[in-house]
């Protein structure tokens, strides 16, 4: 069974520019998450997708951030403009949709972003 | 609101010691709580959960965790280490529905030593 591919792995970028990420979950997940992970800190959640409707998007810093999910498989994360506190991978994560809310999550690599 | 709380932000070991990682957890209802491990450039996998039943629980790679409700604690532990052990380790808690947010607590970095 494939994992959960995101890209880029990597991405370098001066600050005020824009910067896309994408994220194809596990066949058949109905649950994705965007997570912002800072250097030194545990996984921050941005946005919860369930299919293609958001479930929580609470901390997205929406003046800057946007997300979405067509069609309810893959997703893009898309930062516009980036500031230096942007640094940070950003993890894709699925879920099933079992009902029970058990929250096991299946994480993609991340992408790594450094703002100059 | 939910919350985890890893008291160790490192923590060295010697190679076949035992070791114990810490996690205590806040919340109101009741909780599934995890521990993830994530290697240097690596998304976090999964080493172990606790959804009900007994509070022992055992994962991969010979870690296993103790769910203390009393003590709102889901500690951590395994006899013996090796050096391939060395990571960061999540303790993250979520509530009961599917809707319900997973927290992730601040992450433990085990460094084993030969």
């Known amino acids: 069974e494939a994992g959960v591919a995101q890209s880029p792995r990597y991405k370098i970028i001066e600050k005020r520019q824009s910067v896309a990420f994408w994220c194809n979950p596990i066949?058949?997940?109905?649950?994705l998450y965007w997570y912002q992970q800072i250097l030194g800190q545990g996984p921050k959640l941005l946005i919860q997708?369930?299919?293609?409707?958001?479930?929580?998007d609470s901390q997205l810093p929406k003046d800057r951030f946007s997300a979405e999910r067509l069609k309810g498989v893959d997703s893009t994360l898309k930062i516009q403009p980036a500031k230096l506190e942007d640094s940070a991978v950003y993890l894709c994560?699925?879920?099933?949709?079992?009902?029970?809310?058990?929250?096991?999550?299946?994480f993609g690599e991340g992408s790594r972003l450094t703002v100059l | 609101a939910q919350s985890v709380t890893q008291l160790d932000s490192q923590v060295p070991v010697f190679e076949e010691a035992p070791v114990e990682l810490r996690c205590n957890y806040s919340?109101?209802?009741?909780?599934?709580l995890f521990w993830y491990v994530q290697y240097p450039n690596q998304g976090l996998q999964l080493l172990l959960k606790?959804?009900?039943?007994?509070?022992l629980v055992k994962g991969i790679n010979g870690f296993e965790a103790e769910f203390n409700k009393s003590q709102t604690s889901f500690h951590l532990r395994k006899p013996s280490v090796h050096i391939s052990d060395t990571a960061e380790y999540f303790c993250?808690?979520?509530?009961?529905?599917?809707?319900?947010?997973?927290?992730f607590g601040p992450g433990t970095s085990l460094s084993v030593i030969p």
């Open positions: 994560a699925s879920s099933p949709w079992t009902g029970l809310g058990t929250g096991e999550l299946f």
């Open positions: 066949s058949g997940h109905a649950t």
């Open positions: 997708f369930q299919n293609n409707g958001v479930v929580d």
């Open positions: 919340s109101s209802v009741s909780v599934y």
């Open positions: 606790y959804l009900s039943g007994s509070t």
């Open positions: 993250a808690v979520t509530g009961g529905t599917s809707y319900d947010k997973v927290i």
